[in-house]
């Protein structure tokens, strides 16, 4: 829900577990309590898509018995791993640019405890008109960091459980050329298209590839995106890391990118959510301002969790 700072204020003195986003202004002057933050400007609320820099997005995350917060740097942020509960729900938020954030992102996939425990999250952000710099809070201590990772640890009732889940608006083109990569990494030079070794930027503009639209894997039907945030005369770097001895293709072109996430908000029935973050990718390319998209509200984000990092996707969670 989308609500002003008094009420935010309130809500934390309640001594909720409160997961929130909101412009920096606004974290800074929240008091100590069971919440974690991270920055953004943009949201999906229950009346729409909108930029403000005046009101906060908060989670409250029911049937909560306990509540732990911490705080990691890149060194040791699999220890969420270790330190979640045996039934709980663990929700991180990462700084947009830092170190930490591209560990996770490259790593993740690598660490097979962490698809034991649900795990969920948002990179943080900034105005993209401004020069802020992404923070995330801890806020049992009230510090902001710029450089670490903040994870809210949610022990849940043994008769509950906590279910995450992705809705993807793209899929490869079954037509387009096999694209490999021979590392894991958040910047390339060269690839493999069908075998034949390429400078990607190159190929890039020598398709005339249009590249807000991601590269897709397949893995045994769920299709994970990786977004292009940039090429260069010889490079082409991402949002998320592509990662070696996978098959990528480039999406299927989408035409009405708006209409695509309605259908699939419908097709995907009856949620109760207590945790959503949507892609700015989409956000920007979809022109999701003003547009409804109940009950999926939650912040407007620079990266997603789902247990690893995502991008171009809208991911939830439910507790069931």
């Given at each position: 829900?989308?609500?002003?700072?008094?009420?935010?204020?309130?809500?934390?003195?309640?001594?909720?577990?409160?997961?929130?986003?909101?412009?920096?202004?606004?974290?800074?002057?929240?008091?100590?309590?069971?919440?974690?933050g991270g920055t953004t400007p943009y949201f999906i609320a229950e009346e729409g898509g909108i930029t403000t820099k005046d009101k906060l997005f908060v989670s409250v995350i029911d049937y909560a018995e306990e509540v732990r917060i911490a705080s990691y740097g890149k060194y040791n942020v699999f220890?969420?791993?270790?330190?979640?509960?045996?039934?709980?729900?663990?929700?991180?938020?990462?700084?947009?640019?830092?170190?930490?954030?591209?560990?996770?992102?490259?790593?993740?996939?690598?660490?097979?405890?962490?698809?034991?425990?649900?795990?969920?999250?948002?990179?943080?952000?900034?105005?993209?008109?401004?020069?802020?710099?992404?923070?995330?809070?801890?806020?049992?201590?009230?510090?902001?960091?710029?450089?670490?990772?903040?994870?809210?640890?949610?022990?849940?009732?043994?008769?509950?459980?906590?279910?995450?889940?992705?809705?993807?608006?793209?899929?490869?083109?079954?037509?387009?050329?096999?694209?490999?990569?021979?590392?894991?990494?958040?910047?390339?030079?060269?690839?493999?298209?069908?075998?034949?070794?390429?400078?990607?930027?190159?190929?890039?503009?020598?398709?005339?590839?249009?590249?807000?639209?991601?590269?897709?894997?397949?893995?045994?039907?769920?299709?994970?995106?990786?977004?292009?945030?940039?090429?260069?005369?010889?490079?082409?770097?991402?949002?998320?890391?592509?990662?070696?001895?996978?098959?990528?293709?480039?999406?299927?072109?989408?035409?009405?990118?708006?209409?695509?996430?309605?259908?699939?908000?419908?097709?995907?029935?009856?949620?109760?959510?207590?945790?959503?973050?949507?892609?700015?990718?989409?956000?920007?390319?979809?022109?999701?301002?003003?547009?409804?998209?109940?009950?999926?509200?939650?912040?407007?984000?620079?990266?997603?969790?789902?247990?690893?990092?995502?991008?171009?996707?809208?991911?939830?969670?439910?507790?069931?």
């Amino acid at each position: 829900m989308l609500i002003t700072l008094e009420e935010t204020i309130e809500l934390i003195n309640s001594g909720k577990a409160l997961h929130i986003a909101a412009d920096d202004s606004l974290l800074s002057k929240l008091p100590k309590g069971n919440w974690i933050g991270g920055t953004t400007p943009y949201f999906i609320a229950e009346e729409g898509g909108i930029t403000t820099k005046d009101k906060l997005f908060v989670s409250v995350i029911d049937y909560a018995e306990e509540v732990r917060i911490a705080s990691y740097g890149k060194y040791n942020v699999f220890q969420i791993v270790e330190e979640c509960y045996d039934n709980g729900l663990t929700v991180i938020i990462l700084p947009y640019g830092s170190d930490v954030a591209a560990k996770y992102g490259k790593d993740a996939p690598e660490v097979e405890e962490l698809l034991m425990h649900p795990t969920v999250g948002w990179i943080s952000g900034a105005d993209l008109a401004s020069n802020d710099v992404a923070k995330v809070y801890n806020g049992t201590t009230g510090e902001a960091y710029t450089d670490k990772a903040v994870v809210l640890y949610i022990k849940l009732p043994e008769d509950k459980a906590a279910l995450i889940n992705i809705i993807n608006i793209f899929k490869d083109d079954k037509n387009d050329p096999v694209i490999r990569f021979k590392d894991n990494d958040l910047g390339v030079k060269m690839c493999k298209v069908n075998g034949q070794e390429v400078n990607f930027a190159e190929y890039i503009k020598n398709k005339g590839i249009d590249v807000g639209m991601p590269l897709v894997a397949d893995y045994n039907g769920s299709y994970i995106n990786t977004s292009i945030k940039a090429v260069s005369d010889d490079r082409v770097d991402f949002y998320a890391p592509v990662f070696s001895d996978v098959d990528y293709r480039f999406a299927v072109k989408i035409n009405d990118y708006a209409g695509e996430f309605r259908d699939k908000v419908n097709q995907a029935g009856d949620k109760k959510p207590v945790f959503t973050c949507n892609c700015v990718l989409n956000y920007l390319n979809g022109n999701l301002e003003g547009e409804k998209l109940n009950p999926y509200v939650g912040p407007v984000t620079f990266g997603e969790v789902a247990y690893q990092l995502l991008n171009q996707t809208l991911v939830y969670c439910e507790i069931l």
